[in-house]
């Protein structure tokens, strides 16, 4: 099923009665993620539009996995049982200046909310390289912008609402609820099905981006904390073809970074002269605007603009998170490999992330650098070569983005979480049957307290 066709069935069912079966509409096709590479083991799927229908729907399902706009790249969202879609609980709660908090029904996505928020006069602290994603969907797996000040976008989670196994609604605060709290908000859709998130606000800032062409990899080894520490978010691509970054992306907030002039240099990189995608090859249009051209947050932090189709569509994405301290080292590590990786590669992203408190997050208690991989779709030569990725970054303790594909063994990524067996702790207290699990969340997290 193509994106258009599921949001033309997620949006049937705001015009007919509650809890709509959309299968009815389907016509046989397939429900697959956003790259086409997970094939979705049901293709029973039903709406939401309000938490009575969440309630009434979790309490009469033995099995059910919420479905989001489908970004992630491995098994982390199917089910062979049941979706439930919260896409047309899409609302503004609460907008509470007072506070500096913005509250939202959880089928909503970054592309909805961040115009509404701009045009109140708030903003968010930082976005993905794309907005089509959902805000819960992208909490629930740790989903990340670039900035070494900036956390991932949970972190920006200040309040959390969901149904719980049994149909309970149940509220958690980040000031009231310690533990409970953190363990929830990177929840990996484990504790229930969450029907509202409050988010933390503040005034609107203006954004210039500015890409730079051909940064020596020995410039960025010697410099890498100047660099990463140049902009408010900076994000380097590279196919490791060359001793060479590819495009360095600097997004420079106005007020807070007056002393980067854009310079036409830039640690040997030379600034670019016309507005570039990531994969040089690729038309820009589907890119935000660059060369220091002016704009609102929201359309400077992501790399790819709402209404066009991000990245290059058909691929495969990959990523691991490292402790910022072997920043440096992973990456040499990956340059080393690059005869393996480059000839199954788009692109690869290297971005910072600042330290969280958050139990699941990959962040949590480590300011951390992430080193993304866009693949070429090739799965069966993709498998091959993240094994060499994951062995030679062994050393650096490395945690695979909880979206994307690795091939980590359960027992490798479990040593990698302290906090895990109090997280399956906690999604047992709301989940005692497991009805929110599937097999990626068996595999992964449950079969550690097996
Ligand atoms: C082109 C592209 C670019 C990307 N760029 C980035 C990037 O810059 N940074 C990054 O970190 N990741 C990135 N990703 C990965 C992706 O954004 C995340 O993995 C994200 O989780 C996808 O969210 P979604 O809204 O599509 O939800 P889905 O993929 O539909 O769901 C994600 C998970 O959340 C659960 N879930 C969703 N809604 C609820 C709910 N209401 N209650 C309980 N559980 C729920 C689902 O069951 C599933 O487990 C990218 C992906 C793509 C395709």
Redo the contacts with the bound molecule.
């Keep these: 099923m193509d994106k258009r066709t599921f949001l033309k069935l997620c949006s049937a069912a705001l015009s007919t009665h509650v809890l709509s079966p959309l299968l009815a509409w389907a016509q046989g096709e397939k429900l697959r993620n ?2 086409g590479n997970v094939t979705y083991g049901t293709e029973r799927l039903t709406a939401a539009t309000s938490l009575k229908d969440v309630q009434d729907f979790v309490k009469n399902q033995i099995k059910l ?8 790249f491995n098994d ?2 199917n089910s062979t049982d049941q979706f439930l879609s ?1 896409t047309p609980m899409n609302e503004v709660v609460a907008l509470d200046p007072g506070v500096r908090t913005v509250t939202v029904e ?1 089928g909503m996505t970054y592309g909805q909310l961040c115009p509404y928020l701009d045009g109140k006069g708030w903003a968010l602290h930082n976005l ?3 907005p089509h ?2 805000i ?3 909490c ?2 740790a ?3 670039s900035g070494e000040k900036n956390g991932n976008l949970s972190t920006a989670v200040s309040a959390l609402e ?1 149904v719980d196994a049994t149909g309970n609604v149940v509220k958690l605060l980040r000031q009231k609820d310690g533990d409970a709290f953190r363990g929830a908000v990177v929840g ?2 484990a504790l229930g ?2 029907t509202k998130i409050t988010l933390n606000v503040q005034p609107r800032f203006m954004m210039q981006q500015y890409v730079y062409q051909n940064l020596p990899l020995k410039e960025l080894t010697t410099h890498f904390d100047v660099i990463e520490s140049a902009a408010y978010s900076v994000s380097l691509f590279t196919d490791w073809r060359s001793e060479s970054i590819n495009e360095v992306w600097l997004k420079v907030r106005m007020e807070n970074d007056p002393r980067f002039d854009a310079p036409p240099e830039f640690f040997g990189a030379k600034r670019a002269t016309k507005n570039l995608h990531p994969i040089i090859e690729l038309s820009a249009e589907n890119c935000t605007e660059q060369m220091g051209v002016p704009g609102p947050w929201y359309e400077r932090l992501p790399h790819f603009r709402m209404g066009f189709t ?2 290059a569509g058909k691929e495969l ?1 990959s990523e691991y998170f490292v402790p910022r301290q072997n920043a440096v080292e992973a990456i040499l590590a990956i340059q080393r490999l690059h005869d393996q990786v480059s000839p199954y590669l788009m692109i690869s992203e290297i971005r910072t992330i600042a330290a969280d408190d958050l139990w699941m997050s990959p962040c949590c208690q480590q300011p951390s650098v992430a080193i993304h991989f866009t693949w070429k779709q090739d799965w069966p030569n993709v498998s091959k070569v993240l094994p060499v990725i994951e062995k030679e970054l062994a050393p650096f303790h490395p945690r695979p ?1 909880w ?2 594909l690795f091939t980590f063994s359960a027992k490798q990524l479990q040593s990698s979480y302290s906090n895990l067996p109090a997280f399956v702790d906690l999604s047992r207290k709301y989940d005692l049957q497991g009805k929110f699990q599937n097999e990626f969340l068996r595999m992964y997290i449950f079969t550690a307290a097996s």
């Excluded at 996995?65 to 992630?72: S, T």
């Design positions: 956003w790259a996995k919420v479905l989001g706009p489908r970004h992630c982390i969202a919260l959880a993905a390289s794309l994603i959902s819960v969907g992208a629930m797996t989903t990340h912008g969901f990996l859709g099905v969450v991000p990245s994405q983005h979206g994307k």
